[in-house]
């Protein structure tokens, strides 16, 4: 008996040394792991994560500083993509976010520039005292435009 | 290329028509569906009579909905421009009879299942009177292909087998190819449908006088007319107006009754031999194919000069009362047909413009016939049944696939919502012919998904060209800004530097311009 | 007038699945008379046992998983795998045997890999091969086939219900009175024995060339399995593919060496290979879907049971062969991947 669990044993090891070393030499998925987060996640630049950008935040998520379920503009279908490429288990959103793009008032804009230069896609045109306009096609609606206008001109408009 | 109908042949002598069928090209799976056309064919085809109201939608084709050219309140006489072509893709639209412009508002439409769409609401006033006829002085053949191609477009010619897709524009597309063959698509595969075969046997010469003016707008010198084998009557009728016409180009084809054998790509396939790429078009391989029915209007419009303003429609099925082909204006509703007819029968539980196999399932009867129906079939709830059952992968789908996809495997990622998958199995691919539904003994709704699918993966492809470009926008900015401060650092530092260099000085010199300052006050 | 809409295809499919099963059920029922005339009526006792624990089980589990039962029992398909077990086990099968293999084949094999249309393996074979595995003494008894001429003792109605309920037989009678080994296990121990074909073949057991008794069932199961072919249940290339991946080999090593080989009539003929070829190895479920995939399976299939048949320890080996192909499908469903009409090849990924 004890020959059978050291024949075992011993093809056990083997096995593991053999992995290892396969690991090692052969040139396996490598790729930047950090880049393929950053692939999944939808490039809306909107901080609601709490990481100044995506890829900051793919970056964390890497080197599991953060939880794969914080980006609400990514919705449940990212939460998904993330745990099957990175083997970790799919939480719920932690806050929903409807898609929407944000507009301006024209009537109450005083062309101060804050909302143009808070943009993290520039997505918002305009010049100093001159009437600033949303580029409806690029905005991504991550509502980092709303706080910093002083005449409150800002509102998002749903997509349906 | 070679005869087949022996010269010499009367008009009162049946043809017997044995084009040969060993030269076809082969096509993977199909099925051999019931006709069902027997019912609708046993009569001539019946003439409905002018509505009293006419709803021309401006969108009767693919590409831009046409402008009105007319207002409200206006008279207009029948095969008068309503509505011209707006954009590179587009046809116009003409009216179908004379009478008021009524309105031009929002009507329910079959092209979107019985929701509103524009449409010019014309009230007839009975008289029929059609607008003069510009005397074109030159036959066809002398004219320029250009110039046949636009008038072609003028008289609102879209492809009658139902894509509806302006016919110009098609010839147009062809001339920039190389192009051996025009092949004339008389199949007619689906089931229930036979207004091409009722065309076919009355107007047989009108359709073949159609594929000469194509043939000259296209500079070619072969057509085939493909006929499907269980049209005895119009294989023979068309085979006398060959005779009659004394075309060497024109050759007839008989094919066996396989569907979806009337889908372009296949009927490339089978007449031709030749496999159009995937995405690409039959222009792609020598060859394009026109209905039947575009070709008689072709003739119509260019011989004949009237616009296209009518087409026969086939109404069918269990819902019908008496099923029949009719004859009738662009613009008359569904409903008003289907009383001529006879109207519905005891039960009649959803209206479908199309076939049993690719058909459109719509809300109301409210909507007008136009250029795209070909058929109005009627179907009870009881032809459905059966429950769904999980997939027993008999792989009887992949059997029967045109376009030799696996659907089992396409049903399993589809269900995963896996679009990498879904795009390594050619899902784009699918014509959506429905043969897989009609095997799949566990009553899976394959092709309903893979719709769903289709639609999905273009989503998904949109979401991410958004993502991409919002990220390079990002990446742009942050390099932008990036640079900026470089950029006032380095003005910052030369100013530091240059104020280090010269700093006494300056500040003498600073010094004696205030002094000079308050001197001066 | 207003309609409610539908997606197309406005038409319903003609087959349906439990339809197709009680094709299958109606194409085992002559080999099924012919079962009982020559072995008793121990089949009948197992197709009772084997069908109360599948579909038993099937509704446990169901119910189990939150489903609604009758959404699985009515589709058939427990009935089937319980019934092509009923034709694997002997005919003097204890109960709990039969209900073992039932349970395992209903519960596990099917429903724990997700239920109809999910299973990777054979649920009747893996079934089989678990009753096989654990309890090896009581798959060697087979009664004495019905030989007209011989006296062999057989047991009545009565005797073979007690057993199958209780397992124990009548004092008068033992084990080596009313049970024959199979002719595979003849020829087995036979040529082990260093016995020539046709010494063993003179044994009256052995029939004219597959079998006493094994022949008229093999002859019935062909019956069943043409008539699924012809009304297009089953497709051609398993059969097909699982005969010439049997007969082939078999056929070549019996020209070679006619002395030590069985012939391949004899292997048609014996055990389940009918059975396995046409309504075994055809369950689509577990085996491949593309036509040339089904020809690698069968092959594969045939091959695997000549190969354990001659070199394995098993008598018969069926239900590993038709096991160890259930497990290569994926593979083989990868590799005979159809070429897209408009593609240039397979390996053009659009």
Excluded at chain 2, 396 to 422: I, N, S, Y
Aim: charged share 20%.
């Amino acid at each position: 008996m004890f020959i059978a669990i050291a024949t075992i044993a011993l093809l056990a090891l083997a096995a593991g040394l053999l992995l290892s070393l396969a690991s090692r030499r052969l040139p396996g998925e490598s790729g930047d792991l950090v880049e393929q987060v950053n692939e999944l996640l939808p490039q809306t630049q909107c901080a609601q994560c709490g990481f100044p950008g995506c890829r900051p935040y793919a970056a964390a998520i890497v080197e599991d500083a953060a939880a794969i379920n914080l980006c609400p503009p990514g919705g449940e279908a990212t939460v998904r993509r993330l745990a099957t490429l990175l083997g970790r288990e799919a939480l719920p959103l932690a806050k929903t976010l409807d898609p929407a793009v944000a507009v301006i008032d024209e009537s109450l804009c005083i062309g101060c520039l804050h909302c143009r230069n808070v943009c993290p896609v520039d997505a918002i045109v305009g010049a100093q005292h001159f009437m600033h306009t949303i580029i409806e096609s690029e905005c991504t609606g991550c509502e980092l435009c709303i706080a910093p206008c002083p005449v409150d001109c800002i509102s998002m408009k749903p997509l349906t | 290329m070679h005869r087949t109908v022996p010269r010499g042949l009367h008009q009162h002598e049946t043809a017997h028509v044995s084009a040969p069928t060993y030269d076809l090209g082969k096509l993977h799976g199909g099925l051999r569906l019931p006709g069902h056309k027997a019912a609708s064919t046993t009569e001539p085809v019946r003439d409905v009579p002018l509505p009293a109201q006419l709803i021309l939608p401006l969108a009767q084709h693919v590409g831009d909905p046409a402008q009105p050219v007319v207002n409200t309140g206006d008279y207009v006489l029948k095969g008068q421009l309503l509505a011209e072509p707006d954009g590179t893709l587009g046809a116009p639209v003409h009216a179908s009879s004379s009478g008021t412009v009524l309105a031009i508002e929002p009507w329910p439409v079959s092209q979107r299942l019985g929701e509103p769409a524009p449409c010019i609401i014309l009230e007839c006033d009975g008289e029929d009177r059609p607008i003069e006829a510009t005397r074109r002085t030159a036959h066809y053949t002398e004219l320029d292909p250009e110039e046949l191609l636009s008038t072609i477009l003028s008289g609102g010619i879209v492809g009658l087998g139902g894509a509806v897709f302006p016919t110009a524009q098609k010839l147009m597309q062809a001339r920039t190819s190389s192009i051996d063959h025009l092949i004339l698509n008389g199949i007619e595969c689906e089931p229930y449908i036979s207004c091409d075969d009722m065309l076919m046997r009355e107007r047989a010469t009108e359709v073949l006088s159609g594929a000469q003016v194509l043939m000259h707008a296209l500079q070619i010198d072969s057509c085939f007319v493909a006929v499907e084998s269980d049209k005895p009557e119009a294989l023979a009728s068309l085979a006398i107006a060959m005779t009659e016409l004394d075309d060497e180009r024109l050759v007839l084809k008989q094919v066996p009754t396989i569907y979806p054998s009337g889908g372009e790509d296949q009927l490339v396939q089978l007449i031709c031999n030749r496999e159009v790429p995937s995405t690409g078009l039959p222009t792609d391989v020598g060859c394009l194919v026109q209905n039947v029915g575009t070709a008689a209007a072709v003739h119509d419009w260019i011989i004949g000069q009237e616009p296209l303003i009518s087409r026969i429609t086939t109404v069918a099925g269990d819902g019908i009362a008496n099923p029949m082909n009719v004859r009738a204006r662009i613009g008359t509703t569904i409903a008003d047909i289907v009383a001529l007819t006879g109207g519905y029968a005891e039960s009649a539980d959803h209206l479908i413009i199309g076939g049993p196999m690719t058909g459109k399932s719509i809300s109301t009867d409210r909507v007008p016939l136009v250029k795209a129906t070909n058929s109005i079939l009627v179907v009870l709830k009881t032809s459905f049944t059966g429950r769904e059952l999980p997939c027993i992968r008999c792989g009887d789908c992949a059997a029967v696939c045109p376009v030799q996809l696996l659907p089992q495997q396409l049903h399993w990622h589809a269900r995963a919502d896996d679009e990498k998958k879904l795009r390594e199995f050619s899902l784009v691919d699918c014509i959506e012919c429905g043969c897989c539904d009609l095997v799949c003994p566990s009553h899976i709704p394959l092709t309903a998904s893979f719709r769903v699918a289709k639609g999905r993966i273009q989503e998904l492809a949109d979401e991410k060209a958004r993502a991409a470009r919002a990220r390079a926008r990002f990446e742009a900015r942050n390099s932008r800004l990036e640079r900026d401060k470089e950029k006032r650092e380095a003005e910052l530092a030369q100013q530091k530097s240059s104020a280090k260099r010269a700093g006494p000085e300056a500040i003498a010199e600073i010094m004696r311009r205030k002094k000079r300052q308050s001197e001066d006050d | 007038m207003e309609f409610t809409r539908r997606q197309s295809p406005y038409w319903s499919a003609r087959v349906a699945v439990p339809t197709l099963m009680l094709q299958v059920l109606a194409a085992l029922v002559p080999a099924a008379i012919a079962h009982v005339w020559f072995f008793g009526p121990g089949l009948i006792f197992n197709l009772l046992v084997a069908s109360i624990f599948a579909l038993g089980g099937e509704y446990a589990v169901m119910r189990l998983r939150d489903r609604p039962p009758e959404l699985a029992l009515t589709d058939y398909s427990a009935l089937v795998a319980a019934v092509l077990l009923a034709f694997a086990l002997p005919p003097l099968t204890p109960w709990w045997v039969t209900a073992t293999g039932a349970l395992f084949a209903i519960v596990v094999a099917k429903h724990l890999y997700g239920g109809l249309g999910f299973n990777i393996f054979n649920p009747a074979m893996a079934g089989y091969v678990v009753v096989l595995v654990a309890f090896p003494a009581h798959l060697n008894l087979w009664t004495a086939p019905r030989m007209g001429d011989i006296d062999y003792q057989t047991l009545t109605v009565l005797q073979t219900l007690t057993f199958t309920l209780t397992g124990s037989l009548p004092d008068a009678l033992s084990f080596d009175a009313i049970s024959r080994a199979t002719p595979l296990d003849v020829m087995k121990s036979g040529l082990n024995g260093m016995r020539t074909v046709n010494e063993i073949r003179s044994n009256p057991l052995m029939g004219d060339f597959g079998g006493r008794g094994w022949e008229w069932i093999g002859n019935f199961l062909a019956i069943g399995g043409f008539w699924l072919l012809i009304k297009k249940i089953i497709r051609w290339e398993i059969p097909v593919a699982v005969g010439v991946g049997l007969l082939g080999p078999a056929s070549i090593m019996y020209l070679i060496d006619p002395g030590s080989q069985p012939s391949p009539g004899f292997h048609l003929f014996s055990g389940a290979t009918i059975l396995c070829a046409f309504f075994i190895a055809t369950d689509p479920v577990s085996g491949a879907t593309s036509p040339k995939g089904r020809l690698v399976f069968g092959f594969g299939v045939g091959l695997l049971i000549y190969c354990i048949r001659t070199w394995g320890s098993y008598a018969d080996g069926v239900a590993f062969a038709v096991l160890l192909m259930n497990m290569a499908v994926p593979a083989i469903d990868l590799l005979t991947r159809p070429r897209v009409v408009g593609h240039s090849s397979k390996d053009d990924a659009p």
